[in-house]
């Protein structure tokens, strides 16, 4: 079919919590708007796509996770591009672009991206417009939304491209050849070009916070500043005076029905390689008086036979807080029904490209259940549920404020007063009373609640049928946008073990307490692929750990 009579590409996503899922999918969403027809797959899905002889424009959206790796998804994949009997030109009719997502708080910043770009271009794939790398330290939409507002005009350019070339008789194979080295030269130059547009956007950020207090009176900016003052709640001129861009409305695919039915009896599932075992030990290795808290807990894993060495980790499944919980039931007015059996289906003209039911909501469990165990209640809401909760408040002047928190002219704002703050949907609920969103909306909007890993600090040589954990616990102090409270898994860890909790170089509790009095949690070993002690017990081995940072070293000290 000739290039000029669909601009249809395809979009390929490597997510391991669902951030590059979702990004993948506003992607797709947006190309209806700008003339294209996008079909997308998870990398995990290989027989829904062949790169091998894809002539269409690729989009890959890759996440990154452990030591800088790929996602779970996106491992095979991976695996096969990294083959080595693969020729050097296998990939020379591939166009493509890859949007990275990384965290500079954690080594190999986007190494799960760089893999498959880097591959790519060995096996002679080419850009059709700048790589991107998001960084969810500083804020995943800082670099996100430019490279997507970008990626359009790039796959016109690339679209006329081909289509100029199918006019001509050219086999698409040459024409992207052709091309090779004016799309690479090209890329190069524009490389730079999105750095230096990237870094101008977020000046241009900090400059309009700093033209909030400015104005063209004088006197006026002084009484401005010092009566009003930007806040999650309220914002100041310009920006309340401002006519606003803001994101279309996302489209709604889920239909929640809730049932009277029985759900006594609901259990954390003990799949996907998960274990409870028993909390044999904890441990205050800090004083009450210290800055941070930190605890050493042993678990026995004596009977369910985990394997593991030092260096790697054990992902922990944790509850979101009954508290929240309830007070999020309260604010939906459904602490009537947390107890019905939860059906979810696909609306049946759902316009939503791709849409599926989330896997991680089980069907018949109750909704209290679903709340505290399977959705990500404390995420940070992005700029689409931040939308679409405006169409759910009846107070004109908090839509208002949300629309303007979602829009471009409130970029600073959204960054100042709901990511940095780390604001969560309850927060804006409690800020803007009269938002009550469907439960579907919550449904389509909130991420899986993932469990959280931690490195063993411990070797099954020195401490055969156990497992050491240390971890300090995360305290986000109470500010104008939230109460104080601790992170979702260390301040729940803490709560668990306060029974057998003790200060270090006391007698354990839980000598006294029977087996099955001990608190239990729900662990699954993660083993690392690249974080082990060398074979050579020659190698000379540099550790660097601050904090409880050198947790892994003391079992490579104990495994020596």
């Known amino acids: 079919m000739p290039c000029e009579a669909v601009a249809h590409f395809l979009i390929l996503y490597g997510s391991q919590r669902g951030q590059a899922q979702s990004i993948a999918e506003e992607i797709c969403q947006q190309a209806a708007e700008h003339g294209f027809t996008a079909d997308i797959s998870c990398l995990s899905n290989q027989d829904k796509y062949n790169v091998d002889s894809e002539i269409r424009p690729v989009v890959f959206v890759v996440s990154t996770t452990g030591d800088g790796d790929p996602p ?286 989330p896997l991680h909501i089980p069907q018949n469990a109750s909704l209290q259940f679903i709340l505290t165990w399977c959705l990500e209640i404390r995420s940070t809401p992005k700029k689409a549920f931040v939308r679409a909760l405006a169409d759910f408040t009846q107070n004109g002047s908090e839509k208002r404020r949300l629309l303007e928190l979602c829009s471009k002219e409130g970029s600073a704002d959204y960054n100042s007063f709901v990511r940095d703050a780390n604001v969560c949907l309850l927060d804006l609920l409690r800020a803007f009373p009269s938002c009550l969103p469907p439960l579907s909306l919550l449904f389509e909007h909130l991420p899986k609640l993932q469990p959280r890993a931690y490195s063993a600090a411990s070797s099954s040589l020195q401490h055969p049928g156990k497992v050491h954990f240390v971890f300090n616990v995360v305290e986000f102090p109470a500010r104008p946008e939230h109460p104080a409270r601790t992170g979702l898994c260390t301040g729940w860890l803490a709560d668990h073990v306060s029974s057998i909790l003790r200060p270090l170089g006391t007698v354990p509790a839980s000598e006294h307490l029977g087996t099955s009095a001990l608190p239990k949690v729900h662990v699954r070993p993660r083993p690392s692929s690249i974080f082990h002690l060398p074979a050579d017990l020659s190698v000379p081995v540099i550790m660097v750990g601050p904090g409880t940072g050198v947790a892994p070293f003391v079992g490579f000290l104990q495994q020596r």
């Not at 804020?139 to 006019?167: H, R, Y």
């Not at 050849?177 to 524009?190: G, L």
């Not at 870094?199 to 916070?209: A, F, G, N, P, R």
């Not at 309260?330 to 602490?335: F, M, N, P, V």
């Open 72 to 357: 779970d998804t996106a491992q095979k994949f991976v695996r096969k591009i990294k083959s080595k009997s693969l020729p050097h030109d296998h990939f020379s009719h591939l166009r493509y672009a890859l949007l990275a997502l990384g965290d500079t708080n954690y080594a190999n910043f986007c190494n799960g991206g760089k893999t498959i770009d880097s591959r790519l271009q060995q096996l002679g794939a080419k850009h059709f417009y700048a790589t991107g790398h998001a960084d969810d330290g500083t804020g995943l939409e800082v670099v996100v939304d430019p490279w997507i507002e970008g990626l359009w005009d790039s796959l016109k350019k690339t679209f006329s491209s081909m289509a100029t070339s199918n006019q001509q008789g050219t086999d698409l194979s040459d024409c992207t050849q052709d091309n090779n080295s004016k799309n690479a030269s090209n890329q190069e130059k524009n490389k730079p070009d999105l750095e230096v547009d990237l870094h101008l956007l977020k000046l241009s950020e900090v400059d309009s916070q700093k033209e909030k207090t400015i104005t063209s009176d004088s006197s006026d900016a002084e009484t401005l500043s010092t009566v009003l003052v930007a806040s999650l709640k309220q914002s100041v001129p310009p920006l309340s005076e401002s006519a606003l861009n803001v994101p279309a409305l996302p489209a709604s695919y889920l239909e929640v029905l809730l049932e009277q039915a029985s759900t006594e009896g609901e259990t954390v599932p003990s799949k996907d390689g998960y274990h409870e075992v028993s909390i044999s030990k904890a441990v205050q290795l800090t004083q009450h008086d210290s800055v941070k808290t930190a605890i050493l807990l042993e678990l026995d894993i004596l009977e369910q036979n985990i394997a593991y060495q030092p260096g790697d980790s054990f992902d922990i499944l944790c509850p979101n807080r009954a508290s929240e919980v309830e007070e999020l039931l309260l604010k939906l007015d459904l602490q009537m029904q947390k107890n019905c059996a939860v059906q979810v289906n696909l609306l049946k003209n759902c316009s939503k490209k791709a849409a599926k039911v």
